[in-house]
């Protein structure tokens, strides 16, 4: 993705906030009224003032100047107000799509690196957000400083804005050469970033197996070749400093000398006073020249940086993948498996291999099988989170995943429950809460992120609730009731049961088996179908897996 692309996506994204847009705008239009009245009231001061012993004059000329400039002091708080009705709403925005964009991918089968899907959406969007938030802040600095300074400048000394702006041009001519040079590694740089992400990322995720196999040196060279091919950008980026000054030097420094050396014979002419000499120069020095200068050394950063930014994010949404094939084929709310093969990578063995079955809506299933046998994954690929390596999977609709890890949302009680069903009166909510054992919960108690202060088994519980009332008609539990007593998880299956729908457990549990329509044994790439009793009777696999569960004892109306 090219610059221009970067700049095009940041205008669609900002374009909503059009009015505080023009507020900024209209703020730094104002900005520049100071700096233009600046030099033309220090030339009224000296020339009809001190240059001919008017001090009183002078300093009334002096006074005006203040006043303005405190005008131009509280313009500038007045900045800060649209500006984050702005960046906030922008950095929501962009989170958004970015993290739209990851689960299209994921859904679409695609590989990802979580290293650096984690940084896009959360290093560079902020990165986006500060960016846009320091250009338009110090736009008055800039944009509404130089135009002051140049239009003050040409309304008191035409001939001097004539003598400036040889400079300027070329000065501009060396600068988008710089640019270009600077946007080329500015770029290199955000690609190796995230790359290195993604191999630190691997690299301590498997630090255990790298310890194991004695594959320090081959780990430690990969991340150290990724972290020198970031200092190596970084430096060649950086460069392009050393060459800033030149275009300083052309667009003010060589302006400003030649002002000074026609100075003699303009004055001599009658064609510039000494006040208007003074302005000029008041104008280059403290207008003009700051401007320029902030342009050259910190602004184009910032902004190379920002289009860069927001052209990789760019490319990343723009990126994504959305085949069907990564999802089950939604049709029938019936459920059926075909040939359905998985494995983790090409050289492995399959988890499930050649596996054909169907679920009729409305079926109470409990999957079970031994750690690592494949229960959750696939219940993954139910869901569509994954991907089969070979076969079909049709049916399901809308499917609820809740895996073993519940999330609780920061909010009150009833902004969770009713996360997946907006508007559902608080009685509703209550008896649902009822249901699962959440009687002492008060609906507008306010809840932290992740749900801090909070049991596992309590948010376990929040989670399953909230799940009950979503309208999906296919619920797959993974074990998402392992932190509950065998009690709770009775009584919260058994509201899912009664709820209406397809109902899939993922067990952890011999009794989540024995309350199931039905039993599905995964082991060694297989699934056995039958239930609890049939499986027992035939399945020698599954009465080892049945006996080496913890006892646990029969609740009134459970039969093994």
Same mark, same amino acid.
Request: glycine content about 8%; charged content about 20%; proline content about 4%.
């Given at each position: 993705?090219?610059?221009?692309?970067?700049?095009?996506?940041?205008?669609?994204?900002?374009?909503?906030?059009?009015?505080?847009?023009?507020?900024?705008?209209?703020?730094?239009?104002?900005?520049?009224?100071?700096?233009?009245?600046?030099?033309?009231?220090?030339?009224?001061?000296?020339?009809?003032?001190?240059?001919?012993?008017?001090?009183?004059?002078?300093?009334?000329?002096?006074?005006?100047?203040?006043?303005?400039?405190?005008?131009?002091?509280?313009?500038?708080?007045?900045?800060?107000?649209?500006?984050?009705?702005?960046?906030?709403?922008?950095?929501?925005?962009?989170?958004?799509?970015?993290?739209?964009?990851?689960?299209?991918?994921?859904?679409?089968?695609?590989?990802?690196?979580?290293?650096?899907?984690?940084?896009?959406?959360?290093?560079?969007?902020?990165?986006?957000?500060?960016?846009?938030?320091?250009?338009?802040?110090?736009?008055?600095? !800039?944009?509404? *400083?130089?135009? #002051? $300074?140049?239009?003050?400048?040409? %309304?008191? /000394?035409?001939? +001097?804005?004539?003598?400036? =702006?040889?400079?300027?041009?070329?000065?501009?001519?060396?600068?988008?050469?710089?640019?270009?040079?600077?946007?080329?590694?500015?770029?290199?740089?955000?690609?190796?970033?995230?790359?290195?992400?993604?191999?630190?990322?691997?690299?301590?995720?498997?630090?255990?197996?790298?310890?194991?196999?004695?594959?320090?040196?081959?780990? !430690?060279?990969? *991340?150290?070749? #990724? $972290?020198?091919?970031?200092?190596? %950008?970084? /430096?060649?980026? +950086?460069?392009?400093?050393? =060459?800033?000054?030149?275009?300083?030097?052309?667009?003010?420094?060589?302006?400003?000398?030649?002002?000074?050396?026609?100075?003699?014979?303009?004055?001599?002419?009658?064609?510039?006073?000494?006040?208007?000499?003074?302005?000029?120069?008041?104008?280059?020095?403290?207008?003009?020249?700051?401007?320029?200068?902030?342009?050259?050394?910190?602004?184009?950063?910032?902004?190379?940086?920002?289009?860069?930014?927001? %052209?990789?994010?760019?490319?990343?949404?723009?990126?994504?993948?959305?085949?069907?094939?990564?999802?089950?084929?939604?049709?029938?709310?019936?459920?059926?498996?075909?040939?359905?093969?998985?494995?983790?990578?090409?050289?492995?063995?399959?988890?499930?291999?050649?596996?054909?079955?169907?679920?009729?809506?409305?079926?109470?299933?409990?999957?079970?099988?031994?750690?690592?046998?494949?229960?959750?994954?696939?219940?993954?690929?139910?869901?569509?989170?994954?991907?089969?390596?070979?076969?079909?999977?049709?049916?399901?609709?809308?499917?609820?995943?809740?895996?073993?890890?519940?999330?609780?949302?920061?909010?009150?009680?009833?902004?969770?429950?009713?996360?997946?069903?907006?508007?559902?009166?608080?009685?509703?909510?209550?008896?649902?809460?009822?249901?699962?054992?959440?009687?002492?919960?008060?609906?507008?108690?306010?809840?932290?992120?992740?749900?801090?202060?909070?049991?596992?088994?309590?948010?376990?519980?929040?989670?399953?609730?909230?799940?009950?009332?979503?309208?999906?008609?296919?619920?797959?539990?993974?074990?998402?009731?392992?932190?509950?007593?065998?009690?709770?998880?009775?009584?919260?299956?058994?509201?899912?049961?009664?709820?209406?729908?397809?109902?899939?457990?993922?067990?952890?549990?011999?009794?989540?088996?024995?309350?199931?329509?039905?039993?599905?044994?995964?082991?060694?790439?297989?699934?056995?179908?039958?239930?609890?009793?049939?499986?027992?009777?035939?399945?020698?696999?599954?009465?080892?897996?049945?006996?080496?569960?913890?006892?646990?004892?029969?609740?009134?109306?459970?039969?093994?």
């Amino acid at each position: 993705m090219k610059a221009r692309d970067g700049v095009r996506l940041l205008l669609t994204e900002i374009a909503p906030y059009q009015r505080s847009l023009f507020a900024v705008a209209g703020l730094a239009l104002l900005l520049s009224v100071p700096t233009a009245t600046s030099g033309i009231l220090i030339a009224r001061a000296l020339d009809d003032g001190f240059f001919v012993r008017q001090a009183e004059t002078g300093l009334w000329w002096l006074a005006l100047l203040v006043q303005i400039q405190l005008a131009g002091a509280v313009l500038t708080r007045a900045l800060f107000r649209p500006l984050a009705r702005i960046v906030e709403p922008l950095r929501d925005r962009l989170v958004t799509m970015i993290t739209a964009a990851g689960l299209d991918r994921a859904l679409a089968g695609e590989s990802t690196e979580p290293g650096a899907a984690v940084r896009q959406a959360t290093d560079e969007t902020e990165s986006v957000r500060r960016l846009v938030a320091t250009v338009l802040r110090n736009v008055h600095t !800039t944009v509404s *400083v130089a135009i #002051g $300074a140049f239009t003050g400048l040409a %309304a008191v /000394v035409p001939v +001097a804005a004539l003598v400036l =702006l040889p400079g300027l041009l070329a000065a501009a001519a060396v600068y988008r050469w710089l640019v270009r040079f600077a946007w080329k590694w500015q770029r290199k740089a955000i690609l190796i970033e995230e790359h290195l992400a993604d191999d630190a990322t691997k690299v301590f995720t498997a630090r255990r197996d790298i310890v194991a196999f004695a594959a320090e040196p081959t780990a !430690t060279r990969q *991340v150290r070749e #990724g $972290a020198e091919a970031s200092r190596h %950008a970084a /430096v060649r980026y +950086a460069r392009v400093g050393v =060459l800033r000054s030149l275009t300083v030097s052309l667009g003010v420094d060589l302006g400003l000398l030649s002002l000074l050396v026609l100075a003699p014979v303009l004055i001599s002419e009658g064609r510039l006073s000494s006040g208007d000499l003074v302005a000029a120069v008041y104008y280059v020095m403290f207008g003009l020249g700051p401007a320029v200068k902030f342009l050259v050394h910190g602004g184009a950063g910032w902004l190379l940086d920002l289009i860069g930014t927001m %052209a990789r994010l760019g490319e990343v949404a723009e990126g994504t993948g959305k085949t069907e094939s990564a999802r089950p084929v939604r049709g029938s709310r019936n459920i059926s498996l075909r040939h359905v093969s998985y494995a983790y990578s090409a050289t492995a063995d399959p988890v499930l291999d050649d596996v054909s079955l169907d679920i009729p809506y409305g079926q109470h299933v409990a999957v079970v099988g031994p750690s690592g046998a494949g229960k959750s994954t696939l219940a993954s690929l139910l869901c569509g989170l994954r991907t089969p390596t070979a076969g079909s999977i049709r049916g399901g609709r809308s499917v609820a995943l809740v895996p073993q890890e519940a999330y609780v949302f920061a909010g009150t009680v009833r902004e969770n429950l009713a996360y997946l069903a907006p508007g559902t009166p608080d009685k509703d909510l209550l008896r649902t809460a009822r249901l699962f054992g959440l009687d002492e919960l008060e609906l507008d108690r306010e809840l932290p992120p992740g749900g801090a202060g909070l049991s596992a088994g309590e948010r376990q519980l929040i989670t399953l609730a909230r799940t009950h009332l979503s309208p999906a008609p296919v619920v797959i539990l993974d074990e998402a009731t392992c932190h509950l007593d065998p009690a709770a998880e009775q009584r919260a299956e058994t509201a899912f049961a009664r709820r209406g729908g397809t109902l899939v457990v993922i067990a952890h549990r011999i009794s989540s088996a024995w309350r199931a329509d039905r039993v599905l044994l995964v082991d060694a790439g297989q699934v056995a179908d039958g239930t609890h009793s049939s499986l027992l009777a035939v399945n020698s696999r599954y009465r080892e897996l049945a006996t080496s569960w913890e006892a646990e004892p029969l609740h009134k109306g459970q039969t093994a």
